[in-house]
DNA sequence: GTGCTTACTTCACGGCGAGATTTAACGTCT
DNA sequence: AGACGTTAAATCTCGCCGTGAAGTAAGCAC
């Protein structure tokens, strides 16, 4: 049962304020009657709430729609540069920094490789911080004009909770040998910039319902399938977390009981028969020596030219991740599912008729009627875009709350 | 991201009453002190809105607390009489209607046996109906102090939207052959009484959730093991629902892709290895003729004994159980997984060790951890029971309103 | 009794959104 | 050009909200 907690009456200017906010965000230059038609509140409040927002600089009148008679609408959008946005991609190879504006133009952005040595916690926080320095000199932005810091790291996050949740939250990843890092605690000490983590799998799938294939969406299902297997669940237009923020590790997901190992430990996980690092193993003809990508880019070729081995071996992932997306229709009961991930790029064309096939066998009718299932629409650079929405999602449901260190009076 | 809808300064009140109304129901007698401590509302408030709930006849004073040199705190409660509930379970073999007080006290109770051809809607609405008046007739409860029908039935329900979501609840429901059944139509043809229809799985899920082995967690799955398997999804301590009220489907999860034929249509489900009814099948020395239950018993006394196919057979169920129950945890990760259903109650002792033995080797380490698997406290009953919580739900939710046609005045 | 402690009630206050009214800014018609 | 109709936006009044301070009630200890 829903606990709502108490509120009080100033809280109903936050949610009017949040409200008006995002849907400006999303839906551009929209002018007050449009506003108020589309949210249902008052002309009244809606007269007083843009009041606020313009008088703080968050929005701002950008030209008018002539009308046949009457007095033109006034549109209204948000300022792109009144603040901006940090996103850090910490990915297996390199760890990425990007530096948006409101309007997700990307800024500048700063790269660094992680060889072998280098997943060492404090190196990483070197690299971040290294990066959060090189994108703000370049632009000439001040710590001042960033609204927060969002960080897509590979493993599960165990969040902390009240307003300064990223300063706690904690990051237990496999594939760095990662044991409960404090990250946030780490990040805190070389920045004075609102911090928010959370998996990077996690962070795609945010960027993919909000710019990506996953718009218009209330309940959807974003599979990222790279050299391994990933989810993101999205629950009523929110990200589903569970108890301790771990939910949709599907990759581990039960295909065959009992089957093949997987590096998780356990036996029979999807991930060990779809994922690009096992599909590349189990090819016999794969090139020797050759990189992930390219030895699933070698697959691939040698499937479209209709090589046997190759053909059986992707028509059984296709049937599987068929088969393990019925699951997630029938678990979840989302209105989409989207297949992104640099595998999922790759593979995509190929797979997803079979894929939907499968899915078709496989799953209850009546949910899968509600699904469609696509592929993603943005690269991978979207996880640093991802991380990025982080902040900027917190920055939209406060109302356009500006940090502390962010009071610069309106341009 | 989250979309509140705009809100009045009345729904402040709706809300307060709410609160104040679900921690008085949940946490029994407390005093107005207690209640402003717990719930964070200043004494002023919590004197007003007790001050309405009085009023309406739906708390009351009982007693005091002594104290130690003040004013005795006077302790306030729902008045478990002020308004009922009636709860409906359209079982497989019967159809049960129950009559409730908000105590959760069982009034009244009438059951209606199912035969072979008694599944036909009309037949059933015919049962409900004349259920209904007899549990009314029997104990002299006028409809005006009835807050509402909760129904159960086997099958996905479509909900409708708006206040009265439960006029336009659509039924599919494979097991009747039900295909679309307008089932909130064909009520609302026979009582004035608000109606609210789901799935009895996750009614009873309900019921676990609120008044046995879930209570306290906010996070759970309860696991319903009878003929078939489901599940029910608790997140955040809302039910699950997804896009069209089907999520939670969780016995056509595949455990073996490909595998065993399932009554779906589809393969290699959970349902087709450990089902009751799929257990009794496979089970080669099974009783000829018994029915589902005495052969699940014998099987189960037969594995007691020792005999060795039996217990190959439910060792291999425990297995299975444990790796679907592993994905459940993955993809979910909730506190606490409560297995329940008939079958559940009836394996669950002997089976319970080693399904949390497979969950532990097939899920991922940390989730694993946040989570209990434990069995259900409730028996079969309770989907009478949870059936009744859904009028209950919506009771507390709107901080005790109640319908229109249960204006009396206050007692 | 007198004083002290604690629970609860009352009340003035600032803030909120709704809805009515007023002002603003355009077309169009004469 | 100027009056008029039309629509957008701003302003104002109203009832309601929760807060917090001040006041009242109801017990105990001395």
């Not at 088969?323 to 595998?343: H, M, S, T, Y």
Request: proline share 5%; glycine share 14%; net charge negative.
């Amino acid at each position: 049962m829903t606990t709502r907690g108490k509120q009080t009456v100033r809280d109903l200017r936050r949610g009017s304020r949040s409200t008006l906010l995002r849907r400006l965000y999303f839906e551009g230059p929209l002018s007050r009657q449009e506003l108020g038609t589309a949210t249902g509140l008052s002309a009244g409040s809606i007269s007083n709430v843009t009041g606020e927002l313009l008088a703080d600089g968050l929005i701002e009148e950008c030209g008018s729609v002539d009308s046949d008679g009457g007095r033109p609408r006034i549109l209204l959008r948000v300022v792109p540069d009144r603040a901006h946005l940090v996103g850090v991609d910490i990915g297996e190879t390199q760890v990425r920094v990007g530096l948006f504006d409101l309007a997700r133009t990307e800024l500048a952005a700063s790269d660094h490789p992680l060889d072998e040595t280098g997943h060492d916690v404090g190196h990483v926080v070197d690299l971040i911080t290294t990066g959060l320095t090189e994108v703000l000199a370049r632009t000439g932005i001040t710590a001042e004009e960033v609204l927060g810091v969002g960080v897509g790291v590979p493993g599960i996050v165990e969040q902390g909770a009240g307003p300064d949740a990223g300063d706690t939250a904690v990051v237990h990843g496999q594939t760095f040998d990662w044991n409960a890092v404090p990250l946030g605690r780490l990040l805190r000490a070389r920045t004075p910039l609102p911090l928010f983590v959370d998996n990077g799998a996690k962070t795609l799938g945010q960027a993919e319902m909000w710019f990506g294939a996953g718009q218009g969406a209330r309940n959807a299902v974003v599979a990222l399938f790279g050299s391994g297997v990933g989810a993101c669940v999205i629950a009523d237009g929110a990200r589903f977390r569970g108890a301790t923020s771990s939910a949709g590790e599907w990759g581990h997901t039960k295909v065959h009981v009992g089957g093949r190992r997987c590096r998780c430990g356990s036996r029979g996980c999807l991930e060990a028969y779809v994922g690009a690092e096992a599909l590349v193993e189990r090819w016999a003809d794969a090139p020797p020596g050759a990189s992930e990508k390219a030895g699933l880019a070698a697959l691939l070729a040698a499937a479209e030219a209709g090589r046997p081995g190759a053909v059986a071996l992707l028509d059984e992932a296709a049937e599987l991740l068929g088969a393990a997306i019925a699951d997630l229709i029938n678990l979840f009961n989302p209105e989409r599912i989207v297949i992104g991930g640099w595998a999922g790029l790759m593979l995509g064309p190929r797979l997803l008729p079979a894929v939907r096939d499968a899915a078709t066998a496989y799953a209850l009718a009546f949910p899968r009627a509600q699904t469609t299932i696509t592929l993603s629409r943005l690269g991978p650079d979207a996880v640093t875009l991802g991380a990025a929405t982080l902040p900027l999602t917190h920055f939209l449901e406060s109302g356009g709350e500006l940090p502390r260190h962010a009071t610069r009076a309106a341009g």
